[in-house]
């Protein structure tokens, strides 16, 4: 094996240690919803923990390259990004809230990989058959896991909180898209920074107003919010950066990708989850349908290049 495979091997690495890190988080958000901590203040606090913890990182990186001019176009970018953030994650929350359910939650985020390529329709782009094909699969595989066999067990809670983490899969669909254009055009962890200090503090202000704020519900979260904060997202946003510079774009999408299996994995360990035979028909059809969609995108840009 020669350096650039070595190094390719290790880059990948990393980025299956952010999707670890990243599926286990659903299992800190169950477990803030267990402590009756409210969606807005979770993330409020997670998000501004993760922001700060990511302040030195940027000052070692980027204190030369940032300038006055950078600052507002980041500071801009930043907030544009960061508002669409708060809308991802407090969807995401409320219907973890609902279904209680790391493994199903974990699947059915996992499903903006195959929203993003038919985000081109917007853009008067061309969506390839395979995309269209994810989707049907996805679509299938979404049924198979919130609908049960016998509709007479249909639990109208979990099912509407299936529906708001698939709202939520919408909005991060759109996040990516901002943080793929501007970060471009940004200092990328200033950028960062500022998105999630936006999302943080703009979560928190909402939550004045309609979470309930305890000593009881602080200390029983307290574990669920410093994992949120430090590990999920200033740790693993760190990592994601470093590796998907230099990771293959195919490589870097099944990594990441397979956040919903660690989702799911996390769920079984930790919460004592368990999934029918036909959810998990249901995740492996989402799961395959996310592979497919990556591959219909990578023979795309092999086309156009």
């Known amino acids: 094996m020669d350096h650039t495979s070595k190094k390719q091997v290790g880059y990948s690495f990393l980025l299956m240690i952010t999707s670890i890190v990243w599926g286990f988080a659903f299992v800190a958000q169950v477990k803030a919803s267990e402590a009756n901590m409210g969606s807005f203040l979770f993330n409020g606090l997670r998000y501004i923990i993760g922001a700060l913890a990511l302040v030195p990182v940027m000052l070692f990186f980027e204190?030369?390259?940032?300038?006055?001019?950078?600052?507002?176009?980041?500071?801009?970018?930043?907030?544009?990004?960061?508002?669409?953030?708060?809308?991802a994650v407090n969807f995401q929350q409320y219907g973890i809230?609902?279904?209680?359910?790391?493994?199903?939650?974990?699947?059915?985020?996992?499903?903006?990989?195959?929203l993003i390529p038919i985000t081109g329709l917007f853009f008067k782009q061309?969506?390839?058959?395979?995309t269209w094909v994810a989707v049907a699969i996805a679509?299938?595989?979404?049924?198979?896991?919130?609908?049960?066999?016998?509709?007479?067990?249909?639990?109208?809670?979990?099912?509407?909180?299936?529906?708001l983490v698939l709202i939520s899969a919408?909005?991060?669909?759109?996040?990516?898209?901002?943080?793929d254009k501007f970060s471009k055009e940004s200092c990328p962890?200033?950028?960062?920074?500022?998105?999630?200090?936006?999302?943080?503090?703009?979560?928190?202000?909402?939550?004045?107003?309609?979470?309930?704020?305890?000593?009881?519900i602080l200390v029983a979260s307290t574990a669920p919010v410093l994992y949120g904060g430090l590990i999920s997202v200033a740790i693993g946003y760190?990592?994601?950066?470093?590796a998907q510079r230099h990771a293959t774009p195919t490589v870097a999408s099944i990594a990441m990708a397979s956040e919903?299996?660690?989702?799911?994995?996390?769920?079984?360990?930790?919460?004592?989850?368990?999934?029918?035979?036909?959810?998990?028909?249901?995740?492996v059809l989402v799961f395959g349908s996310i592979l497919l969609s990556q591959f219909s995108t990578t023979l795309q840009s092999k086309k156009e290049a």
Not at 126 to 130: D, E, P
Not at 238 to 242: E, K, L
Not at 261 to 282: H, I, K, N, P, W
């Open 139 to 163: 679509l299938v595989g979404l049924f198979f896991i919130s609908i049960p066999n016998n509709t007479s067990i249909l639990n109208t809670d979990e099912l509407l909180g299936d529906l």
């Open 238 to 242: 760190t990592i994601q950066v470093i």
């Open 97 to 114: 809230d609902a279904n209680m359910n790391a493994g199903k939650s974990g699947f059915i985020t996992a499903l903006y990989i195959v």
């Open 189 to 216: 962890i200033l950028f960062s920074v500022l998105q999630f200090a936006v999302c943080g503090i703009v979560s928190f202000m909402i939550a004045l107003f309609v979470d309930e704020f305890s000593a009881d």
């Open 170 to 179: 919408f909005f991060w669909t759109a996040q990516i898209l901002c943080v």
């Open 63 to 87: 204190r030369k390259k940032i300038t006055k001019n950078s600052m507002k176009i980041s500071l801009f970018h930043g907030t544009i990004s960061g508002v669409i953030m708060m809308a």
């Open 126 to 130: 061309k969506t390839k058959l395979l």
């Open 260 to 283: 919903s299996v660690f989702a799911a994995f996390g769920g079984y360990l930790l919460l004592d989850e368990s999934m029918t035979s036909r959810q998990v028909l249901g995740a």
